[in-house]
């Protein structure tokens, strides 16, 4: 069974601050994805990285796939209100598994104003 | 595109009874569909993996009899907990992969359902 570690699972900060969400595996992914989820809401998507070392940027987001795709980071920069919510990573494993993701622990961020 | 509806988005109902809930992918066709539940404030827990036109794949623990998952054409699975009780309140969520998704993985996931069990 493949396991994602997401840390921290509870992250508290203010306004303009930055942060950085990790997820740590000892199994190789094919993909990772991040979510973002609001209270009563399903997830949606905010990116896909598939290959390892890869860094995409959304806006003040930045996602890193780790060289061996074992990991991966979300690093938020001054963060604001309207960033807060639930943040899922999620992996694929591909082959006769491929869709079925491994969902991380959730970090819970709430930026305060 | 890539656009997953649920309904209902809230239930609430009395124990004992049957519940079913919808996902339909709207504007692309799944072959697969991923049923979800989540506590409060916690991860998602995947409950079963349907497939058009064949049984549902559940997970350990996860009972099949009570969890009935109905994949009847390529836009709509369905979900329906049977006789329910207080126990199974939760938000089921369901998600979908597509074909054009398929080098990636990625899921589009439905707005959720809450479900209240009296």
């Known amino acids: 069974t493949q396991l994602l570690e997401q840390s921290p699972q509870f992250l508290s900060i203010q306004e303009g601050e930055n942060l950085t969400v990790y997820c740590n595996s000892s199994?190789?992914?094919?993909?990772l994805q991040w979510y973002r989820q609001e209270p009563g809401e399903g997830p949606v998507l905010l990116v896909t990285?598939?290959?390892?070392?890869e860094v995409k940027k959304l806006k003040r987001l930045t996602f890193q796939f780790g060289d061996a795709r074992k990991d991966s980071s979300l690093h938020i920069t001054a963060a604001q209100p309207g960033d807060t919510g639930l943040y899922l990573c999620?992996?694929?494993?591909?082959?006769?598994?491929?869709?079925?993701?491994?969902f991380g622990q959730g970090t819970i961020l709430t930026v305060h104003p | 595109g890539a656009v997953v509806s649920q309904h209902p988005s809230r239930v609430i109902c009395k124990s004992g009874t049957s519940v079913k809930i919808e996902c339909r992918s709207l504007?692309?066709?799944?072959?697969?569909m991923f049923w979800y539940r989540q506590f409060p404030k916690k991860s998602l827990m995947l409950m079963a993996t349907?497939?058009?036109?064949?049984?549902?794949?559940?997970e350990q623990g996860v009972e099949k009899d009570k969890f009935l998952i109905n994949h009847a054409s390529l836009t709509l699975s369905t979900l329906t907990v049977t006789s329910a009780h207080p126990e199974d309140s939760s938000f089921y969520i369901c998600?979908?992969?597509?074909?054009?998704?398929?080098?990636?993985?990625?899921?589009?996931f439905g707005e959720g359902s809450r479900l209240t069990v009296l």
């Open positions: 998600s979908a992969r597509a074909v054009f998704s398929a080098n990636t993985g990625e899921l589009f």
């Open positions: 199994s190789v992914f094919s993909s």
């Open positions: 990285v598939v290959t390892g070392g």
């Open positions: 999620a992996g694929n494993a591909g082959g006769t598994s491929y869709g079925k993701l491994t």
């Open positions: 504007d692309f066709q799944a072959t697969t």
């Open positions: 349907s497939n058009e036109g064949s049984k549902a794949t559940y």
